[in-house]
């Protein structure tokens, strides 16, 4: 189904709320709002089927359908994503159909009768026909993230505003594609050529230098990834702990600024390669580390040491399934500030437990007794 455009917008309907045959409505926008609002109160998405014009190319019939319409390819395990992100199509034949006459929508077939069960009530904002971004939250999506504001947190925001996920009207996701599409269309091509040229150019000069770079479908740059000599060499000597920091961003296209690194022999921060990142989501994070990986011989850190963010962790799992990942503490402190302000407000608590279970507790045991 194509993206839901700014002018169909999801209305509340009565529960008792039944279509007719010969029910009349003005306009496209109408009838498709009408009969989407009324299945997510019920519990299952809606595409938009077939068209039929007459000879003129006017439009004389027109059909919506389940998302569960059709059937679904086998999709390999590893390819699979998060459930609410593929609908499995079940052949299900619920379906509205109109017929226009003189600009007049009339619904001339309605079945609603389904093949599979309704999706409950506390996941029905994750249904693809209710998600849409206003241009009032695209607005401050756009202001925060230009305010080098990541993403993960401007949605965090939006979602506390709407008092909840459920409320906000679309997901993470939905946010990053918005975000990244926008980013995409800004870098231009004298830019991307210069980062190419000047990579070509320290590859030439013999020093041992790599770098890689993802396209999308469009041919636009969105990801790259280098690494030199001395960083290389680096890792082959202290790669055994690695640390990956997407804290910062870009100035000019917001990109997300992720450096690969580790400690010395001397205790200093050693670096040993950069990722340019378009966005936050598991194919991103997945082509970084692939690519490190593999400038770096496949050879794996024994330990990764990241911020809490779970399509990393979905990344490290899938690229680095042996190496031990670990969060930072010093973002465990930070979020701390946030989910628990109440009790590292109260006397003694911070000295006596939450100083012991970020510093000198030994063994997971004892974090639980702690």
């Known amino acids: 189904m194509e993206a839901p455009k700014?002018?169909?917008?999801?209305?509340n309907v009565d529960e008792e709320f039944e279509f007719r045959i010969g029910m009349v409505f003005a306009n496209?926008?109408?009838?498709?709002?009408?009969?989407?609002?009324?299945?997510i109160c019920k519990g299952f998405g809606v595409r938009k089927g077939q068209k039929a014009s007459?000879?003129?190319?006017?439009?004389?019939?027109?059909k919506f359908v389940c998302n569960c319409e059709g059937h679904s390819p086998p999709i390999p395990p590893h390819e699979q994503r998060d459930v609410y992100m593929t609908v499995k199509r079940t052949g299900c034949q619920a379906c509205i159909k109109f017929v226009i006459e003189d600009g007049v929508w009339v619904v001339s077939k309605f079945e609603d009768v389904h093949n599979h069960p309704f999706i409950e009530d506390k996941q029905k904002h994750l249904i693809r026909s209710y998600?849409?971004?206003?241009?009032?939250s695209k607005g401050i999506l756009t202001s925060m993230v230009g305010a080098s504001i990541r993403a993960t947190k401007a949605y965090t925001y939006l979602s506390s505003e709407a008092g909840g996920l459920e409320n906000v009207g679309f997901t993470l996701s939905d946010c990053q594609n918005f975000l990244q599409s926008k980013r995409r269309n800004l870098i231009s091509v004298g830019d991307c050529q210069s980062l190419i040229n000047h990579f070509n150019c320290l590859q030439s000069n013999g020093i041992n230098f790599s770098y890689t770079f993802q396209l999308d479908k469009e041919q636009r740059l969105t990801n790259f990834f280098w690494s030199d000599d001395v960083s290389k060499l680096d890792y082959e000597s202290f790669g055994d702990v690695l640390v990956f920091d997407t804290t910062?961003?870009?100035n000019k296209y917001n990109m997300i600024c992720a450096p690969f690194v580790g400690l010395n022999h001397h205790w200093k921060n050693v670096i040993f390669g950069c990722a340019f990142l378009s966005d936050e989501t598991i194919g991103s994070f997945v082509w970084?580390?692939?690519?490190?990986?593999?400038?770096?011989g496949n050879k794996a850190p024994k330990t990764i040491f990241t911020d809490q963010d779970h399509a990393m962790a979905n990344a490290i799992r899938t690229i680095f399934p042996n190496s031990d990942h670990r969060l930072c503490v010093w973002h465990i402190a930070k979020n701390a500030t946030h989910h628990i302000a109440h009790l590292l407000g109260k006397p003694g608590f911070r000295d006596k437990y939450w100083q012991k279970l970020l510093y000198d507790c030994e063994s997971e045991l004892e974090v639980e007794n702690t």
């Open 6 to 11: 700014d002018n169909i917008i999801v209305h």
């Open 28 to 39: 496209e926008d109408e009838d498709y709002n009408t009969y989407n609002a009324y299945a």
């Open 54 to 62: 007459n000879r003129k190319r006017i439009l004389r019939r027109c």
């Open 131 to 136: 998600r849409h971004i206003t241009n009032t």
């Open 248 to 250: 910062y961003c870009t």
């Open 288 to 296: 970084a580390f692939r690519s490190f990986l593999e400038v770096m």
